[in-house]
């Protein structure tokens, strides 16, 4: 139903002044965020003196308050300065929102003061207590304005939504660690600081304690695992370009130099132990960009990786799991064959590093060994996460465009350093020669110097050292970006293209649409114009409800694709069929099962009225007296801010779940986007969206004819009736649109005709205990009662199976089509659950 807008009334003060409007809602607005502008106002005037006298510092103690507030609002560089006024207004303008004024300035001042003592109290005791340890730069006066602002976001925390608490908190906690693990700086330190001293400002101005959800969607768990990946790809830069040295991961921005700037005496000992090396080690400091530049291209393929990870493909994944175990290592390579004349050179490779111990050297190595380590860990543990797979043309391109391009760069190793010998010193032979080529496909920075028995030092044999390694790692970048950016890339996708234009040109039941989402597989009909969706677990093709296309109703069509599972050694399930499919289905003599029922609805003769609705027209009444008004839309259709709502809205509902998301035939916010998928949304009075639903397209001989409720979801402080509502504006757009079919889905493990007790089987009963289990995690029964106030005609919904002593193993092969990735350890903690919560919910 379009939204309602309300008509202007043009009064003859704003036809007079028709910017008043404007300047009175800019005046609400500083009123509203008086105190961000106060913070930001102040930060301009003291930089600005800072910038004009060139210093602006007070001539005061380390703990002087006055210098301690002032470097609260002080930036010496205009950039710097624009940098962070911009994070100012939106941290602090957000922060005031739900903190206030007072307890804004409370958090900015008062906690910036805190963190400033602590941060000068932490560089008294490394200066004076382990001076041998020095974990960051030393610390200035006061902490920077950067501090105060994590202090405002971490005080925020505890007082936004627990979805929003555990976004702020992760965001914060992932800014102020790689910064200062990777940088170091005096200011990346306060930014530590900040972290617990922001939490604890919030819970003493009253803010929950609680933490923030822990179960998060697909969605969620991709975001952060993309996040982690990028981390991990531009720690390095970070490193490089701002690191002081002194962070424990600052090892990664001492590795984007050229090692054989730091290391050519060694090698050339090593190789000749009879003469002198004949270069100059200053004769090497024009190499290092090179060097540099190359070690960028494994961080630029983890960057393409992380796309892909945010996009579920399960290969990206993969690739990123791969280059952080390449430079695991690596890394390991570099600690265990490193001698100590090495590493004391490598310490000392930038002058602008103050650390120059070997043992702090070491250390590093180990914790930027254990670093991507970690990662590739956390990646596999969560890589159910990147349900997506490439298709096997794409795999089989990438890794031959790999394969290819590693031939090519070292056929160049080869034929170059063996044309150009004479450039290296000592002449390289041909064992010494073979026995490091492999080598010299990593990165420069990543080759041990103890690995190395020659050195480039003519202009060729330096263009015959970079070249390979140059050239691999562009063509893996390539290939990288290729191979997520491929819309053909994903497994099935010409099958699902085939599958599309077989469902538009013909007919399917109420989960026909549902076939064409991620995860299915096609059987396509090689007699007749119609095909099944399937997935395979445990040796059982589980169908997605029953055949589409023109010839859907074809009796063949089931006995074909039994015979196709039996060629391939798998037991076909029917899942999800109509009563329709399931007649056609008696051909095969096959026991059935009734797993739902569907809520089926006519939209051109359901009304409103009688008591059995009085539901639906409360709401209705109730929505029009409190503003809330209803919008048909897609998602295309809607704006960034909006789609953010409806984000929110599911992850504060999945996170209110004991067991995670299911899939299936249970539609989610994955599927929202899809350009066939419409949305009637709720919005309240202020334009915020309350609550929303998704309904996908009944197709019938080529057309469109109706719509299926696929996802519904609410926020906690809509509205009572506002989903009755939504669905009896459904109904009215729908009847509007000339459609004829609504169904509101099926209701699994619920049924309303259940019949005699005495004449239902053991297999009923135990779906009913089934039922009962999942009632208070998914509440598919509370969801059935709910169907119940708009009366509409409940049809079955059935499993057709062959064998009734493969029930068991049937039972665990749906299990895992509805929760993918499921191993028995989280299997086992899913039962907990599901026990725990039925417990919880008895009275």
Same mark, same amino acid.
């Given at each position: ?5 309300t ?12 910017r008043?409007?404007?300047?009175h ?7 509203r ?30 703990f002087?308050?006055r210098e301690?507030?002032a ?22 303008g957000?922060?005031?929102?739900v903190?206030g ?13 805190v ?13 004076? /207590? ?17 501090a105060?602002?994590?202090? /405002? ?17 992760l ?8 910064l200062?693990?990777y ?6 330190m ?14 003493l101005m ?27 790809? /531009?720690?390095?830069?970070i ?29 050339c ?8 090396c ?15 530049w190359i ?8 960057l ?6 945010l ?9 990123a ?12 390579a570099?600690v265990?064959?490193?001698?100590i004349?090495?590493?004391?050179q ?9 650390v120059?111990?070997?043992w702090?050297?070491?250390l590093?190595?180990?914790v930027?060994?254990?670093?991507p ?7 596999l543990? #969560?890589?159910s996460?990147a349900q ?19 031939v ?6 080869v034929v170059g ?6 450039g #290296? ?7 010494a020669l073979?026995?490091?080529l ?8 990543l ?24 050239l691999?790692w ?30 538009a ?6 989960l ?32 997605l409800?029953?055949p ?16 196709f599972?039996?060629?391939h050694g ?6 999800s ?26 939209p051109?003769?359901?009304m ?14 109730r929505a ?5 008004t209803s ?25 209110d ?5 299911m ?8 599927q ?6 419409r ?7 202020h ?18 004819v109706g ?11 809509a509205?009572?009736?506002v ?24 209701s699994?493990l619920?049924?309303?005709?259940s019949?005699d ?23 598919f029964?509370?969801?059935a009662?709910f ?31 509805y ?6 350890r989280?299997?086992?903690?899913l ?13």
């Amino acid at each position: 139903m379009s939204q309602v807008s309300t008509p202007t009334v043009s009064t003859p003060a704003a036809r007079q002044n028709p910017r008043a409007p404007r300047s009175h809602a800019a005046v609400a607005l500083v009123r509203r965020r008086l105190g961000t502008v106060s913070i930001a106002t102040a930060m301009v005037v003291a930089s600005v003196v800072t910038m004009a006298t060139g210093g602006g510092k007070l001539d005061a103690g380390p703990f002087d308050v006055r210098e301690m507030l002032a470097a609260l609002l002080r930036v010496d560089q205009p950039l710097t300065l624009a940098a962070v006024l911009a994070a100012t207004l939106v941290v602090c303008g957000l922060a005031e929102g739900v903190l206030g004024t007072r307890r804004l300035l409370a958090a900015f001042f008062g906690g910036g003061l805190v963190v400033a003592t602590i941060g000068q109290a932490l560089g008294v005791f490394e200066e004076h /207590v382990i001076p041998a340890i020095p974990l960051n730069a030393p610390p200035v006066a006061g902490a920077p304005p950067l501090a105060a602002l994590v202090t /405002v976001a971490m005080a925020a925390s505890c007082f936004a939504s627990p979805l929003w608490r555990r976004r702020i908190r992760l965001g914060s906690i992932v800014f102020a660690v790689t910064l200062f693990l990777y940088a170091a700086s005096a200011s990346d330190m306060y930014a530590l600081i900040a972290l617990p001293v922001g939490v604890g400002a919030g819970l003493l101005m009253g803010g929950s304690s609680a933490p923030g959800v822990l179960r998060s969607s697909l969605r969620e768990k991709r975001i952060l695992l993309a996040a982690l990946t990028a981390i991990i790809a /531009v720690g390095p830069v970070i490193a490089t370009l701002w690191g002081s040295g002194a962070g424990l991961l600052s090892i990664y921005g001492w590795l984007s130099y050229d090692p054989l700037a730091t290391v050519n005496d060694v090698v050339c000992a090593i190789g000749s132990s009879a003469a002198p090396c004949p270069v100059p080690l200053s004769d090497y400091t024009e190499l290092q960009p090179w060097a540099g530049w190359i070690a960028a291209l494994p961080q630029v393929v983890l960057l393409v990786a992380a796309w892909g990870i945010l996009r579920g493909r399960r290969g990206a994944l993969h690739l990123a799991v791969a280059i952080n175990l390449m430079t695991f290592v690596a890394m390991v390579a570099l600690v265990a064959l490193s001698e100590i004349d090495t590493l004391e050179q490598l310490a000392g490779a930038r002058e602008a590093f103050a650390v120059t111990d070997v043992w702090q050297t070491v250390l590093g190595m180990v914790v930027g060994a254990l670093l991507p380590l970690a990662a590739a860990v956390l990646l596999l543990r #969560f890589r159910s996460a990147a349900q997506i797979p490439s298709g096997a043309i794409v795999r089989r391109r990438f890794a031959s465009t790999i394969l290819l391009s590693a031939v090519l760069s070292l056929t160049i190793a080869v034929v170059g350093t063996l044309a150009f010998a004479g450039g #290296f010193r000592p002449w390289p032979s041909v064992s010494a020669l073979m026995a490091t080529l492999p080598l010299r496909l990593l990165p420069p920075s990543l080759l041990p110097a103890e690995a190395l028995t020659f050195v480039p030092v003519s202009g060729a044999a330096q263009v015959v050292w970079y070249l390979p390694p140059l050239l691999f790692w562009i063509a893996v970048a390539v290939a990288s970006v290729r191979f997520i950016a491929n819309s053909r890339a994903e497994a099935g996708s010409p099958d699902r293209e085939r599958a599309q234009t077989l469902l538009a040109a013909g007919s399917g039941d109420t989960l026909g649409h549902m076939t064409l989402w991620e995860g299915n597989s096609y059987w396509f009909s090689p007699d007749v114009e119609a095909a099944i969706a399937y997935r395979v677990r445990g040796g059982f093709a589980v169908t997605l409800g029953g055949p589409f296309g023109p010839d859907r109703t074809c009796p063949t069509v089931g006995r074909a694709f039994a015979d196709f599972c039996e060629e391939h050694g798998w037991t076909p399930v029917f899942y999800s069929v109509d009563e329709a499919d399931r007649a056609r289905l008696d051909s095969l003599g096959w026991q059935r099962l009734q797993v739902a029922e569907e809520a089926l609805i006519d939209p051109v003769t359901w009304m409103p009225t009688g008591k059995k609705r009085q539901d639906v027209r409360t709401a209705t009444n109730r929505a029009d007296r409190e503003g809330v008004t209803s919008q048909w839309t897609r998602w295309s259709a809607l704006t960034f801010l909006e789609r953010s709502q409806i984000r929110d809205i599911s992850e504060a509902w999945v996170a209110d779940k004991s067991i995670p998301e299911m899939g299936f035939t249970l539609g989610s916010t994955e599927q929202i986007d899809d350009p066939a998928v419409r949305l009637l949304l709720a919005r309240d009075a202020h334009e915020r969206i309350v609550a929303f639903t998704s309904w996908i397209p009944v197709h019938r001989d080529g057309q469109v004819v109706g719509y299926a409720l696929d996802v519904m979801r609410r926020r906690d402080e809509a509205m009572n009736g506002v989903m009755e509502f939504l669905i009896g504006r459904a109904v009215e757009q729908l009847r509007a649109d000339g459609m004829t079919f609504l169904s509101l889905s099926g209701s699994p493990l619920a049924r309303h005709t259940s019949g005699d007790e005495h004449d239902r089987s053991s297999l009923d009963r135990g779906l009913d205990a089934l039922g009962a289990l999942l009632e208070p995690a998914y509440g598919f029964r509370s969801l059935a009662n709910f169907k119940k106030k708009f009366q509409p005609v409940f049809s079955p919904l059935w499993m057709v199976y062959p064998d009734p002593a493969q029930l068991p193993s049937i039972a665990i092969a749906l299990v895992r089509c509805y929760i993918p990735g499921l191993t028995l350890r989280k299997a086992a903690q899913l039962t907990g659950a599901l026990r725990r919560s039925r417990e919880s919910a008895a009275p």
